[in-house]
């Protein structure tokens, strides 16, 4: 398994504001993933972060909105611009070990008022 | 598209009941699957998995799953429920090769009543 913190584990943001939420892992992994839980909905898949290389984005979500640094193997931080009540949701990071087993954080639980 | 459809969203049981949750996904090629957990107040773990082999898995806590390639199906089973499994399940596959997009299912949540 993997050792996966998160910074914040929650926030209340006005809108229009920025918040960039950091994912800490015990050990160095090649893949880090972001996903959105927004309320009641399942987790869908933001971006894909290789260290030393640009996130791979998913369809309907780009870089000027939701974007990532991987600076290092065991450190990623996603960003969520100019916030609208839209991007409340919990936010998650994981990572992948044991071939493509994925193994996920706590969690940012972001309200946008 | 991929996707991953579960079949129940709210299940309601009392202890010691069966439980089976379905879980049914759209890719024609070769997959691996997931099963997750998430209990009130905690983060997603994973409860079990399969890549290839036999196609009846053990998890943790009792859980196990069947994959039936030709119902592209992975239900989860647990023979008796107790208080404790009271969580919201996930069932998320995974093309085998694949770069690393797990595709969620809506999710289960699983109210078990003592």
């Known amino acids: 398994s993997a050792v996966i913190s998160q910074k914040p584990s929650r926030d209340i943001c006005q809108r229009g504001t920025s918040l960039t939420i950091q994912c800490q892992v015990d050990?160095?992994?090649?893949?880090m993933f972001w996903y959105r839980q927004q309320p009641g909905q399942s987790l869908t898949l933001i971006a894909t972060?290789?260290?030393?290389?640009?996130?791979?984005?998913e369809s309907g979500f780009v870089i000027d909105k939701f974007p990532i640094s991987r600076p290092n193997l065991t450190f990623s931080t996603l960003t969520v611009s100019n916030m609208s009540p839209e991007d409340s949701s919990i936010y998650l990071c994981?990572?992948?070990?044991?071939?493509?087993?994925?193994?996920f954080g706590p969690g940012t639980r972001l309200l946008v008022l | 598209a991929q996707s991953v459809s579960q079949h129940n969203h709210h299940v309601i049981l009392s202890e010691a009941a069966s439980l089976e949750l379905g879980c049914n996904y759209s890719?024609?090629?070769?997959?691996?699957l997931f099963w997750y957990v998430q209990y009130p107040g905690q983060h997603l773990q994973l409860l079990l998995k399969?890549?290839?082999?036999?196609?009846l898995v053990k998890g943790i806590k009792g859980f196990e799953a069947e994959f039936i390639k030709s119902k592209f199906s992975f239900n989860l089973r647990k023979p008796s429920v107790q208080w404790s499994d009271t969580a919201e399940y996930f069932c998320?596959?995974?093309?085998?090769?694949?770069?690393?997009?797990?595709?969620f299912g809506q999710g289960t949540t699983l109210q078990v009543k003592p």
């Open positions: 972060a290789n260290q030393g290389s640009e996130a791979t984005y």
């Open positions: 890719y024609g090629g070769t997959v691996n």
């Open positions: 050990s160095q992994v090649t893949m």
């Open positions: 399969y890549f290839s082999g036999d196609p």
């Open positions: 994981s990572v992948r070990r044991g071939g493509e087993t994925q193994y």
């Open positions: 998320a596959v995974t093309p085998s090769g694949n770069t690393g997009k797990l595709i």
